[in-house]
């Protein structure tokens, strides 16, 4: 009679670890059907959400590329979009090379505002979005990576809360020739990253 109670608790939990196990095993066999190819570009399409550029007060080119971002941030301040370019970033070797593409370009050193003080998205977003309001901008055009996109807008709008600021996301010129064959490029892990910040940012700052 001993015996009874704990066949009953094997059983239960076998038939635990099934139902736990059959969702799994439903979800493998259906990415098994798929084409991993077809799914890998739906992914970076996800990330994509960059929009077309339209006349604003400020054109911001944030950290962290390495000068594409700061380049796109020329072009689009040649192409009359906006009288003043803010570079954003952290003291390091991006920082310096984006700072070198700006001083190679023939921008007036008054239509160019530098922040140092970035870290990462998060504070970077609240520092230009004070820098922005200190302007008494209304409008401006933030310059990143088309991967960087969803997070950066998610980022964005959540730290401006609210505030009348019209912001655009704008695309940087593609380190990626083909966006169709992206995880084939060697900092491939840079974009695969952004799987895990999306969570990450949404359970710790919650955007």
């Given at each position: 009679?001993?015996?009874?109670?704990?066949?009953?608790?094997?059983?239960?939990?076998?038939?635990?670890?099934?139902?736990?196990?059959?969702?799994?095993?439903?979800?493998?066999?259906?990415?098994?059907?798929?084409?991993?190819?077809?799914?890998?570009?739906?992914?970076?399409?996800?990330?994509?959400?960059s929009e077309p550029?339209?006349?604003?007060?400020?054109?911001?080119?944030?950290?962290?590329?390495?000068?594409?971002?700061?380049?796109?941030?020329?072009?689009?301040?040649?192409?009359g979009y906006a009288?003043?370019?803010?570079?954003?970033?952290?003291?390091?070797?991006?920082?310096?090379?984006?700072?070198?593409?700006?001083?190679?370009?023939?921008?007036?050193?008054?239509?160019?505002?530098?922040?140092?003080?970035?870290?990462?998205?998060?504070?970077?977003?609240?520092?230009?979005?004070?820098?922005?309001?200190?302007?008494?901008?209304?409008?401006?055009?933030?310059?990143?990576?088309?991967?960087?996109?969803?997070?950066?807008?998610?980022?964005?709008?959540?730290?401006?809360?609210?505030?009348?600021?019209?912001?655009?996301?704008?695309?940087?010129?593609?380190?990626?020739?083909?966006?169709?064959?992206?995880?084939?490029?060697?900092?491939?892990?840079?974009?695969?990253?952004?799987?895990?910040?999306?969570?990450y940012y949404w359970?710790?700052?919650?955007?």
């Amino acid at each position: 009679m001993s015996t009874q109670p704990k066949r009953r608790a094997v059983s239960r939990r076998a038939v635990f670890i099934l139902l736990l196990l059959l969702p799994l095993s439903v979800s493998a066999c259906a990415l098994a059907a798929l084409n991993i190819e077809d799914v890998l570009r739906s992914a970076y399409r996800f990330l994509d959400i960059s929009e077309p550029p339209q006349a604003a007060d400020v054109i911001v080119a944030l950290g962290g590329s390495g000068g594409t971002r700061e380049a796109r941030a020329v072009e689009l301040y040649h192409e009359g979009y906006a009288p003043l370019v803010l570079v954003s970033g952290s003291i390091g070797e991006n920082m310096e090379r984006g700072l070198v593409v700006i001083e190679a370009s023939d921008l007036p050193e008054d239509a160019v505002i530098i922040n140092r003080g970035a870290t990462n998205t998060y504070d970077e977003a609240q520092q230009v979005i004070e820098i922005l309001m200190s302007l008494d901008a209304q409008s401006a055009l933030i310059v990143t990576d088309a991967h960087h996109t969803r997070r950066a807008m998610a980022t964005y709008l959540h730290v401006l809360d609210g505030r009348p600021i019209e912001l655009t996301f704008v695309a940087a010129i593609p380190d990626i020739l083909d966006p169709d064959r992206w995880w084939e490029y060697e900092f491939w892990q840079e974009i695969a990253k952004e799987f895990i910040k999306l969570p990450y940012y949404w359970f710790v700052y919650g955007v």
